[in-house]
């Protein structure tokens, strides 16, 4: 066990180390090294505040509701991860697993004084003697494990961003560049070990725990820790290549170009995919937010071009950006790769999703006008971005609706105005109230009942029905699983639902 942390607040003789839990709020005087320390392994480290190792394992994508850790636990195996819910529950204290580090969701805020349990050194990757799927530690994130399997020409389903993890999105259902072939990221998903509330490990399959195996894919960070995943693998082609093309547009083109991405998704094939986003580039206009817009085909170029015609038609200021990349290369191509602005840290960076069928053109024309009002009016939010994702949904639409918790697979778009900012309370609320009328914009030119929003990307003041669907069953399915398998609230950090019943008054 090696213990990380300033030698001059902390005796680490041979006494071990008086590191008393009165730092945790229920103020026990239980010494977290010389009870918690002999049951870990003997590569798991103890991480505590005051030196600059806890700074870098308790920094995230970005600083708004951070979650407040008085200990981090750098878990090597699942027995680490196992004992320290088992210790965390013995003394009531909170805890919170974190890989990427990529929520961004009001409901973290709600820990405080407690144990960080970090998985990233859990990053295993096995691929079984068939090529057929691959086991994979908890706590890898996208990029290695995107690496790793290109040098074996094998593929799967994850995040576009380079540093999120894998298990993360999984849990909220998983948006990814494949999912036009291949489903979300939870979709090939074949089985995962999980610790329970009580420290225990079961494995959730179709076969074993089908229940919980439901869960996991939509809503799984309300039952426990993944700590291992069987995962389908996909072949690479050989010589497999995208070709892609990138624009830039002003903002008087905004009628133009969702005009084109929705003749996209007329007729969208597995293999294309148009994203675009609003942000400020004063080199090309310093008086309005730009448009940035790619197609994504996997195939020839010449295909390409048969597909991005609507697009080449619009006037720009910048000649179109076309090339011929690989898989690897698509993150940092459009923007969430590691030096990209999705893996920025140290802002406030605020969601706001709603998923949809469509471009209502007049309504984008009113966001991006609104967008424009508040970025220019308050410069600080300048740095802000629009995001508006057009993954391929054949995939995904091909899975039977009722057989995970994901609610939204009969959505074609994912939209998100992304307030990002330096850290100032005094912004908090004006950002906030940009982000929700912006949103709200876009909802009422979807001119549906139903308001439907991505958990991975949620700010936290959607409704569960909102997040998890709005059919009753969803509802009561998922209050019987938290109740199953966490009735006291443990895992409750992240768009947590409400047990069924409880034995725990605040729930």
């Known amino acids: 066990m090696e213990f990380l942390g300033s030698m001059g607040q902390w005796a680490l003789g041979s006494t071990g180390c008086d590191f008393f839990t009165t730092n945790f709020l229920n103020g026990t005087n ?30 995230r994508w970005q600083e708004w509701q951070e979650p407040k850790f008085t200990v981090v636990v750098v878990v090597q195996t699942e027995s680490d991860v196992q004992e320290t819910v088992k210790f965390a529950g013995t003394h009531d204290i909170p805890f919170l697993a974190y ?82 072939y291949h489903g979300l990221i939870g979709d090939s998903m074949i089985s995962a070990r999980v610790v329970l509330a009580d420290g225990s490990v079961v494995v959730a399959s179709e076969d074993s725990y089908p229940d919980l195996f439901w869960g996991l894919r939509g809503a799984g960070h309300n039952f426990g820790i ?64 730009v448009i940035f817009s790619f197609v994504l085909y996997h195939g020839p170029e010449q295909e390409l071009n048969d597909f991005s015609a609507p697009f080449d038609k619009i006037s720009s200021p910048v000649p179109v950006d076309a090339k011929l990349v690989d898989y690897t290369q698509l993150a940092s191509l459009t923007g969430n790769g590691y030096d990209g602005l999705a893996c920025g840290h140290g802002s406030v960076s605020l969601r706001f999703p709603i998923g949809t069928t469509r471009y209502n053109i007049k309504a984008q024309r009113a966001a991006y006008d609104k967008f424009a009002q508040v970025t220019t009016e308050i410069p600080a939010l300048n740095g802000s971005l629009f ?83 709005y059919e009753d069953w969803r509802q009561e399915k998922l209050r019987e699983l938290k109740f199953l398998y966490d009735p006291e609230g443990r895992f409750s950090f992240y768009a947590p639902v409400r047990p069924a019943r409880s034995s725990r008054q605040e729930l």
């Open 30 to 59: 239980t010494k977290i090294c010389s009870e918690l320390s002999p049951r870990l392994s003997s590569s798991a480290s103890i991480i505590f505040p005051r030196n600059q190792l806890f700074e870098n394992a308790t920094q």
């Open 99 to 180: 890989s990427g580090g990529h929520g961004a969701i009001d409901s973290l805020g709600s820990m405080d004084h407690g144990i960080q349990i970090r998985m990233t050194e859990m990053k295993s990757v096995s691929i079984a003697p068939d090529g057929e799927s691959a086991t994979i530690g908890g706590g890898i994130l996208s990029k290695d494990l995107v690496d790793t399997l290109w040098r074996s020409n094998k593929q799967t389903l994850t995040g576009c961003c380079e540093c999120v993890s894998l298990i993360g999105p999984l849990l909220g259902g998983g948006h990814g560049f494949l999912q036009g």
């Open 226 to 289: 993944v700590t291992e995943v069987k995962h389908k693998l996909y072949d690479v082609p050989p010589n497999d290549k995208w070709a892609t093309k990138s624009y830039i547009f002003t903002g008087d083109k905004v009628e133009e170009v969702f005009e084109a991405s929705n003749t996209l998704m007329d007729d969208q094939p597995p293999s294309l995919l148009s994203f675009s986003f609003f942000a400020w580039l004063p080199a090309v206009d310093p008086n309005a937010p």
């Open 387 to 469: 995001l508006f994702e057009g993954y391929s949904t054949q995939g995904v639409k091909a899975v039977p609706e009722k057989s995970t918790a994901f609610p939204h697979r009969q959505d074609n778009l994912l939209i998100a105005p992304v307030m990002v900012y330096q850290p100032n309370a005094t912004l908090d609320p004006i950002a906030i109230q940009a982000g929700k009328d912006i949103r709200n914009i876009i909802f009422e030119g979807e001119g549906s009942s139903e308001f439907h929003a991505y958990v991975n990307y949620a700010h936290g003041d959607e409704t569960l029905q909102e997040m998890y669907g």
